[in-house]
């Protein structure tokens, strides 16, 4: 017997009569107005929005983004920041490698090859970074500013998440001894012109 059999046999007689009805009913009116609500329904969507149900790789305006400043998007279910950073940012991170679990990114499935620097991006000042925790999965937060932190007193700059503690630096490098014990990841990335990134999609490769 099959499952909707199955529930059908412990339906009140008078109740499986109306939904029965109002099965074929909908049949009906279904049929007819499916080819008239597609087309609208599809039509609202913006190429964004598109792109986002796809997971297609999603355009990003950065011409606005200034030294200092993280915008967030959304690609493929997970949130990615992208950065400018300052160059007193970009001089902290050759420093910090004693601190860091992986300080030159040898965990590969971590960023693609063009994110294997002291920087973790193609270009140095522009950070592209899926922005959750690889402990369990938080979004942390960014504390960009350099000085000492409740949770860090010789703080650098970086992401706090604070879920657990973990810490990672402004290229996505995890601390020793916090919970996390991965990077955060690069996703595929490429550059249209100086104000646009193309996120989801290698600088030669095409759409990842
Ligand atoms: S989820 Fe970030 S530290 Fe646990």
Not at 36 to 51: E, G, N, T, V
Not at 137 to 155: A, L
Not at 191 to 204: K, L, Q, R, Y
Request: charged content about 20%.
């Amino acid at each position: 017997m099959s499952e909707t059999e199955s529930l059908d046999s412990i339906q009140p007689q008078t109740d499986l009569g109306r939904r029965r009805l109002l099965m074929a009913t909908t049949g009906v009116i279904g049929a007819a107005g499916v080819g008239a609500a597609a087309w609208p329904f599809l039509s609202s969507l913006r190429p964004s929005a598109k792109a986002r149900i796809v997971g297609a790789p999603v355009e990003v305006f950065i011409g606005n983004l200034e030294p200092g400043q993280l915008t967030r998007v959304q690609w493929r279910g997970q949130t990615i920041g992208i950065m400018r950073r300052t160059e007193r940012m970009l001089e902290e991170l050759p420093g910090l490698a004693d601190r860091l679990r992986d300080p030159d990114s040898s965990v590969v499935d971590q960023q693609p090859d063009y994110a294997r620097n002291v920087h973790r991006s193609i270009r140095p000042e522009i950070l592209v970074l899926n922005v959750h925790c690889t402990h369990l999965g938080c979004v942390p937060q960014v504390v960009p500013e350099i000085g000492p932190q409740p949770f860090d007193s010789d703080w650098k700059g970086g992401f706090f998440c604070p879920c657990h503690r973990s810490t990672f630096d402004l290229a996505g490098r995890v601390f020793r001894g916090v919970p996390a014990i991965r990077n955060l990841l690069v996703p595929p990335y490429s550059f249209i012109d100086d104000d646009h990134v193309m996120i989801g999609m290698d600088p030669e490769e095409g759409a990842a």
